[in-house]
């Protein structure tokens, strides 16, 4: 087994999708990234159970992979992308308790993060409203490029839509927010 999981190591996405007794070094590699995207879309706790559903749809679907349409780490963050769409009335309601909570308190005892947290918790509100405006296509693309850090074309792969349909998506998501935030310093 120990021979299987270093050979796994150079092994491509592509080549350890097609095998199910190597699929394990997949989770190895990209849990951690839809994990956090997932965190940062709904809370910690969707974030476990949805992150290892991405997985166990991946691994069952593996046969349905094409690393001709693009890479695996795209496809991941496309089926995290469904399963938050799934979710979306909890998103949804997210947003909204965030609108009405304002500022929390801060749960962290170091300094430089309380006055860090303190300044994001007081736009939080503002920017979750802000995000509720926004439609559905809109807020994936601007979620995946900013939890993620997914580039244009890996977005594309993930929602599978235009490269320039990800960029208008994104130009329309970023001057709502710019306006949205404007209208907070008025």
Sequence with gaps: MTAELG???DLTDAQLARDPAL???????????????????LDVQAAD???AETFLIAFHGRDKFDPERGGLRP?????????????????????RAL??????PATDSHESRVVSAVSARRL???????????????????????????SHEEIAQSLQISYGTVGSRLSRARKKLRTALEDLER
């Design 75 to 95: 496809w991941l963050f496309g089926i995290a992308t469904n399963l938050v769409s799934k979710h979306r009335r909890q998103e949804a309601r997210h947003y």
């Design 7 to 9: 050979a796994a190591e």
């Design 124 to 150: 939080q509100p503002q920017l979750a409203k802000a995000l509720m405006k926004l439609t559905r296509g809109e807020r994936d693309v601007l979620l995946l490029m900013a939890l993620s850090q997914l």
């Design 49 to 51: 159970d949805l992150a």
């Design 23 to 41: 699929f394990s070094a997949i989770y190895d590699r990209h849990f951690r990234d839809i994990y956090r995207y997932i965190a940062g879309r």
């Design 99 to 104: 609108v009405r909570a304002g500022a929390e």
